[in-house]
Antibody
Framework: QVQLQQWGAGLLKPSETLSLTCAVY????????WSWIRQPPGKGLEWIGE???????NYNPSLKSRVTISVDTSKNQFSLKLSSVTAADTAVYYC????????????????WGQGTTVTVSS | QSVLTQPPSASGTPGQRVTISCSGS????????VNWYQQLPGTAPKLLIY???QRPSGVPDRFSGSKSGTSASLAISGLQSEDEADYYC??????????FGGGTKLTVL
């Protein structure tokens, strides 16, 4: 049973860099995309970006200039950095496993972390 | 403003059938498959439907999905109180990013 365990700083000041890490337990790290999604208080889901085991990334265009997602295959972990945070970045951040079926083109996120609440406040 | 459009709310009584719509464009729903996620209060989202109409193991067959053109829908039959949750549609966009609907809050009356 694959599980994702995430952690990182929960309180940041404006202009600081958000840093979160997600560890993958109980399953293969290769063959999947590893994603970050966030949810501002009382609002919907926003996809931040993804990385595969070889380090290939895709980012949300609206966040691309501030986002870096990296992977450490030796530890089965992947990380998110979001620079120059503002109050608008206050949200619950989730990591998730993404699958992609090359035959059907089907993709989705089937395993999620528990979420980390990040608050940006001066 | 979400890329995919969902009604903000839906409701039904126990046993009823409800549907939730999701509208997109040719660059997302029109050319890629649609997923649906269920988010119970205070929990992480859960994959409910993938590839337009496929259910992951463990998801009851009361939940079904469909897609036509640039729109998709989620149907829940035999509505139960535990189905009260937020539901999100999602699809890959050809601009190389995943897009979500704004979410639909389902209330079981």
């Amino acid at each position: 049973q694959v599980q994702l365990q995430q952690w990182g700083a929960g309180l940041l000041k404006p202009s600081e860099t958000l840093s979160l890490t997600c560890a993958v337990y109980g399953g293969s790290f290769s063959g999947y995309y590893w994603s970050w999604i966030r949810q501002p208080p009382g609002k919907g889901l926003e996809w931040i970006g993804e990385i595969n085991h070889s380090g290939s990334t895709n980012y949300n265009p609206s966040l691309k200039s501030r986002v870096t997602i990296s992977v450490d295959t030796s530890k089965n972990q992947f990380s998110l950095k979001l620079s120059s945070v503002t109050a608008a970045d206050t949200a619950v951040y989730y990591c998730a496993r993404g699958f992609y079926d090359i035959l059907t083109g089907s993709r989705g996120m089937d395993v999620w972390g528990q979420g980390t609440t990040v608050t940006v406040s001066s | 403003q979400s890329v995919l459009t969902q009604p903000p709310s839906a409701s039904g009584t126990p046993g009823q059938r409800v549907t939730i719509s999701c509208s997109g464009s040719s660059s997302n729903i029109g050319s890629n498959t649609v997923n649906w996620y269920q988010q119970l209060p205070g929990t992480a989202p859960k994959l409910l439907i993938y590839s337009n109409n496929q259910r992951p193991s463990g998801v009851p067959d009361r939940f079904s999905g469909s897609k036509s053109g640039t729109s998709a829908s989620l149907a829940i039959s035999g509505l139960q109180s535990e189905d009260e949750a937020d539901y999100y549609c999602a699809a890959w966009d050809d601009s190389l990013n995943e897009v979500f609907g704004g979410g639909t809050k389902l209330t079981v009356l």
